[in-house]
């Protein structure tokens, strides 16, 4: 029956009927997807575990916007100083990066609501003598990642006001600068003090003071958002923020022991598909436990 049927109608109806559903089917079948740029070298807001998940304050916020609005996210690396460009041109959908509201940036771009904030760190090495005013203005090298809110700060205050200055050297990752910084090739590096704070504790270096320039850190999605995403990122901060998985996640990152995510995360991570509040409160108890 079905095959006389299908004998009578033409051939070229056929191949039609096929060729639109291998064209239509895909986009129907996979769920929509944001691509979100970041620069993952910056505990605790983005870097990469052992297993290679991107893992983080940032990374996790928007794995669970996306999902609970049934979204997958796919993230990319690229250099901090390229990721403006990156959004730009449409590689990505949207930056989370840590990054700091900025009059520039937002000329370019457009921001969400801010979700956290931060002032700038000094760090020198364990056993230096340096102290904030030395190390600014002591005839050091001073390193800052490429691009980044500390970088314009170390250039419009001291290189362009003529303050004592070795070299100002500019990183592609926070990991080379600080790098850099314990094997004595520079002897002060800036970063926002949250990441300052994670990088003390896992190598022999030491903050000597802070910098006040109270930094809001926002994502960025394309100037007038023309994919529409920028409203689900804004209601999903609030939703979060207002929900038990604000505070997990805090725990997590920010008084939880870094070095355990990866350990964390293969045990949970894969709650994010199904239940986001159990996610985050797992991650939480996982990252607090003695
Ligand atoms: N808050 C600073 C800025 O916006 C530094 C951010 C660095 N972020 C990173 N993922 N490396 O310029």
Redesign the pocket.
């Known amino acids: 029956m079905i095959l006389k049927a299908i004998k009578k109608i033409p051939g070229v109806l056929l191949v039609l009927t096929f060729l639109l559903t291998i064209i239509i089917l895909p986009s129907w079948a996979a769920p929509e997807k944001i691509i979100v740029g ?5 505990p605790p ?2 870097w990469v575990d052992s297993n290679n998940n991107f893992v983080g304050f940032d990374m996790d916020l928007l794995k669970v916007i996306a999902k609970s609005n049934g979204y997958d996210v796919e993230i990319l690396d690229i250099g ?1 100083d390229s990721l403006i460009p990156a959004l730009q041109s449409g590689k990505v959908d949207l930056l989370a ?4 509201l ?1 009059e520039e940036r937002a000329a370019v771009a457009d921001a969400s609501n801010t979700y956290w904030s ?1 002032n700038q760190g000094v760090l020198v090495r364990e056993d230096s003598e340096l102290n904030i005013a030395t190390a600014l203005s002591g005839g050091n090298s001073i390193g800052a ?1 490429r ?4 970088a314009d700060w170390l250039e419009d205050n001291l290189v362009q006001k003529g303050v004592n200055v070795k070299s100002l050297e500019l990183y592609e ?2 990991d080379l600068g600080i790098m850099d910084l314990v094997n004595k090739r520079i002897e002060v590096f800036v ?2 003090t949250p ?1 300052a704070e994670a990088f003390e504790k896992t190598n022999p270096i030491k903050i000597v003071g802070t910098i006040n320039t109270e ?1 809001q ?1 926002v994502f960025y999605v394309q100037k007038g958002d023309p994919k529409g995403i920028l409203p689900m990122v804004n209601e999903g901060l609030t939703r979060i923020q207002m929900s038990s998985i604000w505070n997990n996640l805090v725990n997590a990152y920010f008084i939880g022991d870094l070095t355990k995510i990866s350990d964390c995360y293969a045990k949970f991570g894969s709650l994010l598909d199904e239940d986001v509040e159990a996610f985050a409160k797992n991650l939480a108890q996982c990252m607090m436990s003695q």
């Open positions: 970041t620069s993952a070298d910056w807001f983005e901090f990066a840590g990054m700091t900025t931060g990642q691009g980044t809110t500390q990752t926070n970063a926002d990441a930094e850190y």
